[in-house]
């Protein structure tokens, strides 16, 4: 029979030798590259003709601003994706467009898990396919379950 120092010695050792994981917002980040093919259907996507705008640095994931907007210059706009790779759910928005709805321009708060470069893809009533990306800082991830045990 064992005594009880016995016991929680060999009890203790499990959390002696746990060592804490790692981020998890730094061990996920999803390949998008399959997302924006089934969007675009193989069609080449141009640069330049989306401007994002985000902070550089958020103090918070739980709230980020962004805008997105297209020049009437560039054509009339169908819809806007957003995507966050290092979000659980990468495609993280989707704004739809009709022939009413006059300049295409988003601006919303979005929530992210970590650090990482927002990527806008726009389909224009034409066909065709623009893009902008943004890196931006994040000091305290979003979207995570980042309570201690």
């Not at 009413?100 to 650090?115: C, D, F, V």
């Amino acid at each position: 029979m064992t005594d009880r120092r016995t016991f929680l010695a060999f009890a203790a050792l499990p959390a002696l030798s746990a060592q804490p994981a790692p981020a998890q917002s730094n061990r996920f980040e999803a390949d998008i590259g399959p997302l924006i093919e089934k969007l675009t259907g193989g069609k080449p996507v141009a640069t330049g003709r989306v401007q994002m705008t985000v902070p550089a640095f958020a103090e918070n994931g739980q709230s980020v601003p962004v805008t997105i907007s297209v020049a009437a210059s560039e054509g009339a706009v169908k819809s806007l994706h957003l995507f966050a790779p290092r979000n659980p759910r990468p495609n993280i928005a989707n704004f739809h467009f009709g022939p009413r709805s006059g300049k295409a321009a988003i601006t919303t708060r979005i929530r992210l898990a970590g650090t990482q470069t927002l990527r806008v893809i726009a389909l224009f009533t034409d066909g065709s396919f623009g893009s902008a990306t943004a890196p931006v800082e994040v000091t305290a991830s979003a979207c995570l379950d980042m309570t201690a045990s």
